[in-house]
């Protein structure tokens, strides 16, 4: 992990504004004020199990994945993109440490916005406050469409569906992260895979 000095807080602030809520050049100004721009290696854990989460990550470019281990196995709960945001969303709000880790899959820049400053700033400027509910309310929906997926479709419509939702993702993660996300084995994987190419 490195703190980078970055001239381009300004455009993330934009980039958030208009993805979540509109803001006045002051709102923009104070949002921008909180943003700290982080880099990741490759590979590189950005959260470990144990860790309290106490931000929420913006990613600018780059792609990670957030895990967790089941009777000795990995399990992929999430896999996120450039211009998404990641968070471990019960350590952040309970302040405990998080069974889930995070890592970078490739080379990545981050924008974290600390919870703490978030919700100070969000007391005093109503479009912050909007944006706030906003990432919530993306994360809980994107929770549910990933749940749904794994209860009610079949190997190869998960499969579709993701690629539908998340095309980027396809291309650029691991096939066994992906395999493990949609909760089948990457054989099963590679199966569904290539019956969809002769589709």
């Given at each position: 992990m490195k703190e980078i000095v970055s001239?381009?807080?300004?455009?993330i602030a934009r980039e958030l504004a208009?993805?979540?809520?509109?803001m006045t050049h002051e709102e923009l100004d104070v949002l921008e004020s909180i943003l700290v721009p982080i880099k990741y290696a490759?590979?590189?854990l950005v959260l470990k199990e144990g860790d309290v989460c106490r931000q929420f990550l913006y990613i600018d470019k780059g792609l990670m994945r957030q895990f967790y281990f089941k009777h000795g196995k990995e399990v992929t709960e999430h896999l996120a993109q450039d211009h998404t945001v990641?968070?471990?969303i019960e350590?952040?709000?309970k302040e405990e440490p998080t069974h889930l880790q995070v890592e970078a899959l490739e080379p990545t820049i981050v924008y974290a916005l600390p919870k703490a400053e978030l919700e100070r700033v969000a007391l005093h400027n109503v479009n912050?406050?909007?944006?706030?509910?906003k990432i919530l309310e993306e994360s809980l929906i994107q929770s549910q469409v990933h749940a749904d997926l794994v209860r009610f479709e079949t190997a190869q419509d998960r499969y579709k569906k993701m690629c539908k939702l998340m095309p980027q993702v396809v291309l650029r993660a691991p096939l066994v992260y992906i395999a493990s996300y949609l909760q089948m084995t990457p054989e099963t994987l590679s199966r569904v895979r290539a019956s969809t190419l002769l589709d």
């Open positions: 001239t381009n807080t300004r455009d208009r993805r979540y809520s509109t490759k590979g590189e990641v968070m471990c350590s952040l709000f912050i406050q909007i944006l706030y509910r």
